[in-house]
């Protein structure tokens, strides 16, 4: 079997995917209950104060603070109620000198007010109010616009929605938002030993549960994309070459697993003008990129490798999405030994400030993946890491 004449170093492989790679310029308006993980298309910009107006802050009464001035637990100063008034109702009372309004939490703070003094700072006999120590300007008032201004760039382009992303649009008027279409990924699973359901007498006679597509499915929808399966397709070299010259007519990415070496079989590579063929990266050292299509790995291991270490970062720039890794540090809890020259996904699990490396090995094992949420690269010039050395841990 052949070999890589070279291998491109991780870093090289990468620029020149992502030099390949252009942003996609649809968009599309969707409501906010359809939002959650999609990539703002535009800066969005608060068309009103949040929140409208000045409101309380806590359960008590509206008052003048330099009625207040004197006011002492021996000696407290009496204030008449005029109005009470809970949250989403509106005074018409105006806070005069030695008037108060009672109001809740969230309650329009009345005209003359500009404090609001805990109820329990009061004690009260009728309509009158004994004020027991005094208030200052401004105290326990949410003044308007104290969360969001008018005018404020509220969020950036290239936001992924979260929950708390969604709340603030709406508070402040959205019901809809524009994001970036989710782009056409397409996934063909090559291998004769493949098969796409349960066969009890298929499996012992040397066939294989095939898993890659259900894992690539879940990873292009985590990361922004519309997956788009062609099924498993068998190790035939006219039918290889017309499922991927389809997928790339009908797609805005094409990810090919299987075939990426240079068996007998592996035909995948044959139809793809590559940019790179072969990299320094362990698991997954066959893949290839060109013509937006990445030809992958067999093994789930690899593929799910090769997709965290190329294919993320492809569809992030597709959709122009900003801030989609999460990095932590952490404390090896063992030493990593890593071999020079090779760029290693090394797979952890992280908790507690703590990563601690998976033993399972192996380009099929698909439980070390889940028995991870986590990975570090260990760059091609380092012969790994120490027990109790501080390392970036990249989530998943």
């Known amino acids: 079997m052949r070999e890589f004449k070279r291998l491109t170093p991780y870093g090289e492989a990468l620029n020149l995917m992502l030099d390949n790679i252009e942003e996609i310029?649809?968009?599309?308006?969707?409501?906010?209950?359809?939002?959650?993980?999609?990539?703002?298309?535009?800066?969005?910009?608060?068309?009103?104060?949040?929140?409208?107006?000045?409101?309380?802050?806590?359960?008590?009464?509206?008052?003048?603070?330099?009625?207040?001035f004197p006011a002492r637990e021996y000696n407290p100063v009496e204030l008449k109620v005029i109005d009470e008034i809970n949250a989403g109702e509106e005074s018409s009372a105006k806070v005069e000198p030695g008037t108060a309004v009672k109001l809740t939490t969230g309650a329009k703070i009345p005209d003359g007010a500009n404090a609001v003094l805990m109820q329990e700072m009061a004690e009260r006999d009728r309509d009158i109010i004994r004020v027991l120590r005094p208030a200052a300007p401004g105290q326990n008032v949410?003044?308007?616009?104290?969360?969001?201004?008018?005018?404020?760039?509220?969020?950036?382009?290239?936001?992924?929605?979260r929950p708390q992303d969604l709340a603030l649009l709406k508070s402040v008027s959205f019901k809809r938002v524009k994001v970036k279409?989710?782009?056409?990924?397409?996934?063909?699973?090559?291998?004769?030993?493949?098969?796409?359901?349960?066969?009890?007498?298929?499996?012992?006679?040397?066939?294989?549960?095939?898993?890659?597509?259900?894992?690539?499915?879940?990873?292009v929808k985590q990361y922004f994309g519309e997956p788009v399966f062609y099924g498993v397709v068998p190790d035939e070299e006219e039918a290889i070459r017309e499922a991927i010259e389809r997928a790339k007519t009908e797609n805005d990415l094409v990810l090919v697993?299987?075939?990426?070496?240079?068996?007998?079989?592996?035909?995948?590579?044959?139809?793809?003008?590559?940019?790179?063929?072969?990299?320094?990266?362990?698991?997954?050292?066959?893949?290839?990129?060109?013509?937006?299509?990445?030809?992958?790995?067999?093994?789930?291991?690899?593929?799910?490798?090769q997709f965290h270490l190329y294919v993320k970062h492809a569809l992030a720039k597709l959709v122009g999405a900003r801030d989609y890794e999460i990095k932590v540090r952490a404390e090896l809890v063992e030493r990593i030994p890593s071999q020079l020259g090779r760029y290693e996904f090394v797979k952890v699990h992280y908790?507690?400030?703590?990563?601690?490396?998976?033993?399972?090995?192996?380009?099929?094992?698909?439980?070390?993946?889940?028995?991870?949420?986590?990975?570090?690269?260990?760059?091609?010039?380092?012969?790994?890491?120490?027990?109790?050395e501080e390392v970036w841990v990249t989530l998943y």
């Open 25 to 68: 310029p649809e968009t599309e308006e969707v409501s906010l209950d359809n939002a959650l993980g999609r990539v703002l298309a535009e800066d969005i910009v608060s068309p009103i104060d949040s929140p409208p107006f000045d409101r309380a802050a806590v359960d008590g009464y509206a008052l003048r603070a330099e009625d207040t």
């Open 142 to 161: 949410a003044f308007a616009g104290e969360d969001v201004k008018r005018g404020d760039v509220v969020l950036r382009k290239g936001q992924i929605l």
């Open 181 to 219: 279409r989710r782009p056409r990924v397409g996934i063909i699973v090559t291998g004769d030993e493949l098969i796409e359901e349960f066969d009890e007498e298929a499996l012992k006679s040397g066939k294989i549960l095939e898993s890659n597509s259900t894992m690539l499915k879940g990873l």
């Open 351 to 388: 908790e507690g400030g703590k990563a601690r490396p998976i033993k399972k090995r192996g380009s099929g094992i698909i439980s070390s993946l889940v028995e991870s949420n986590g990975y570090i690269g260990i760059p091609e010039d380092s012969e790994g890491y120490l027990e109790g």
């Open 257 to 305: 697993t299987g075939g990426s070496a240079f068996g007998d079989k592996d035909f995948a590579h044959r139809f793809v003008r590559l940019l790179f063929h072969g990299t320094t990266i362990k698991p997954g050292r066959p893949i290839g990129y060109g013509e937006r299509t990445f030809v992958m790995s067999g093994y789930p291991a690899a593929v799910f490798a």
